[in-house]
């Protein structure tokens, strides 16, 4: 292997890194301000790996001729999951973020050919661990000098890339109420409660009873969109929860997600949305609403909050059921 195709491969292997760790944090972060950076160091090493394609190819091309088919089957296939993820991404930029084929996403897409990516990567580590990846020699002012107009040839496109005005988060905008999907996790259906009640440590508690508030709130989907709308309930800080670590809000799903106790108060059980009653679909007759977190914070059809003593933290990062 010589100099010029070590350091692309290398090139390649710092971007999908990169690509990766700024993907998992843009899709956990929801303050504009934060998520700005996580998006854009993400675009930016996304549309760097596209400009490489080229020089990936010709090295591709010179691999065919050597033995192996195996090897050849796991480059392509690497190679499409690549272009898969890159063209998917740029798609949601373009595009937005509703379906293109068969009721799939863009955004879905984007991730499901990420994970493909990151596992053959992996596994190609594991088979070529004993290869040496970079030499210091294969660094100099010469490829200092091309890395970073790599670097500035990808800032620039993504100057130019179509959907600048989306949210920090990369997100879409919905305006209207009656657009906003109603999305579930995977294939659950869809709870029918009675009444908008929740059971707290002290008991059952009637949200109809207690102090009502009105907030105005941003629902940033990981799917590729967001909506400011709205939001009517009682604050969680006004259940009367004893004190605890962290509180919980479980659904009827059993799906559940765990905050600081210090956040109760900007945390609200809501039962209407832009003055209305909340749907079946999108949570009622009670749904979590948390300003500045993803969407998947915003837990649908609360059933129990609940006082435990692990910490906020000691829970898996992303939904798993």
């Not at 600081?260 to 749904?287: F, I, K, N, Q, Y």
């Amino acid at each position: 292997m010589n100099r010029a195709t070590r350091t692309v491969n290398v090139t390649i292997l710092i971007l999908l890194v990169t690509t990766t760790v700024s993907g998992v944090l843009a899709f956990a972060v929801g303050s504009p301000g934060p998520a700005r950076w996580t998006t854009g160091v993400h675009g930016v090493s996304g549309l760097a790996l596209l400009l490489l394609l080229p020089a990936k190819a010709r090295i591709a091309r010179r691999g065919l001729r050597r033995p192996g088919r195996s090897r050849k089957v796991i480059g392509w296939v690497f190679a499409a999951l690549v272009a898969a993820a890159v063209g998917s991404g740029v798609l949601h930029a373009v595009w937005g973020w509703g379906p293109v084929v068969a009721g799939v996403l863009p955004m879905q897409i984007h991730v499901g050919a990420a994970v493909g990516v990151l596992l053959l990567l992996v596994a190609h580590l594991v088979v070529h661990r004993r290869r040496r990846l970079l030499r210091r020699t294969d660094v100099d002012r010469r490829r200092a000098l091309l890395g970073s107009g790599l670097v500035a040839g990808s800032v620039l496109l993504g100057t130019v890339t179509p959907g600048r005005e989306r949210r920090a988060t990369g997100s879409h905008e919905i305006v209207d109420v009656a657009a906003m999907p109603v999305t579930q996790w995977l294939f659950d259906p869809v709870p029918r409660l009675p009444q908008a009640g929740v059971r707290t440590p002290a008991g059952d508690v009637d949200l109809a009873g207690l102090p009502q508030r009105t907030v105005r709130a941003v629902l940033d989907c990981t799917g590729g969109w967001y909506s400011e709308q709205e939001w009517r309930g009682v604050a969680v800080a006004d259940l009367g929860l004893p004190r605890g670590a962290s509180v919980e809000v479980v659904s009827a799903t059993g799906y559940r997600r765990r905050f600081p106790a210090a956040e109760a108060g900007s945390l609200l059980l809501a039962t209407h949305l832009a003055g209305r009653r909340l749907s079946a679909g999108h949570g009622a007759p009670v749904r979590l609403v948390a300003p500045g977190r993803r969407g998947f914070w915003w837990v649908k059809w609360v059933v129990s909050v609940e006082v435990v003593d692990e910490p906020w933290w000691w829970q898996p990062p992303f939904p798993l059921q």
